[in-house]
């Protein structure tokens, strides 16, 4: 069980493109989903919390109108990197949790994004 | 400071090998701690979940907590060349469960065969 999937597992674009990533609970109902950002060699940064049907919450220095996180459903989270740098490649990994209070975060495995 | 130290490594043992990982912290709120698995270019693997003080083993694994100490660990008995990975710990407070987890800095370890 909590088995989370993510799509694509690795994408290359254009500079000034803008690339779509999800993020789906497959035997589980996430109320909440967390977006992460990983550079070679270093621990995950949280860039961002959603939870279902409301607006994402973004950590400081995170800009929310360059990664667009949509939580539509109870089983799937998107986060769009709307014009593409350089600078934005790295690998994204999500999580999600259940309700549940003493739940803990189940990881996605993760989405390569290189930006030419 | 950062509030949880993890030494990166590597840690290099032979198969076999009873290994040892170690995190500290300085919040004496955490209350939740993980361990996480990561294998290179893949999302983290959640090993084991523990609750305040104690320990609670699963197959080849062995997870501690220490909160005296503010310090947890993660024994792995005979090693394989399969856990070679980077181990991640994370904790969280007694509000927030598995929400806003703080991690380590990853150890990575290398089982030789």
């Known amino acids: 069980g909590a088995v989370v999937s993510q799509h694509p597992s690795w994408v290359i674009c254009k500079s000034g493109t803008s690339v779509k990533i999800e993020c789906r609970s497959l035997?589980?109902?996430?109320?909440?989903m967390f977006w992460y950002r990983q550079f070679p060699k270093q621990s995950l940064m949280l860039m961002a919390t959603?939870?279902?049907?409301?607006?994402?919450?973004?950590e400081q220095g995170v800009e929310k109108d360059k990664f667009l996180i949509n939580h539509a459903s109870l089983t799937l989270s998107t986060l769009t990197v709307t014009s593409a740098h350089p600078e934005d490649s790295s690998f994204y990994i999500c999580?999600?949790?259940?309700?549940?209070?003493?739940?803990?975060?189940?990881f996605g495995p993760g989405t390569r994004l290189t930006v030419l | 400071q950062k509030e949880v130290e993890q030494d990166p490594g590597p840690l290099s043992v032979p198969e076999g090998a009873i290994v040892s990982l170690n995190c500290t912290y300085s919040n004496s709120a955490f209350q939740y701690f993980m361990w996480y698995r990561q294998y290179s270019r893949k999302g983290p693997e959640l090993l084991m979940y523990?609750?305040?003080?104690g320990n609670k083993e699963d197959g080849r694994f062995t997870a501690q907590v220490d909160k005296s100490s503010k310090y947890i660990s993660l024994f792995i008995r005979d090693s394989q060349p399969s856990d070679s990975a980077t181990y991640l710990c994370?904790?969280?407070?007694?509000?927030?469960?598995?929400?806003?987890?703080?991690f380590g800095g990853g150890t990575r370890l290398m089982v030789k065969p």
């Open positions: 959603s939870n279902e049907g409301s607006k994402a919450t973004y």
């Open positions: 994370a904790m969280s407070d007694y509000n927030n469960a598995g929400n806003m987890l703080t």
């Open positions: 523990t609750y305040s003080s």
């Open positions: 035997d589980f109902q996430a109320t909440t």
């Open positions: 999580s999600a949790m259940s309700g549940a209070y003493t739940d803990t975060q189940y």
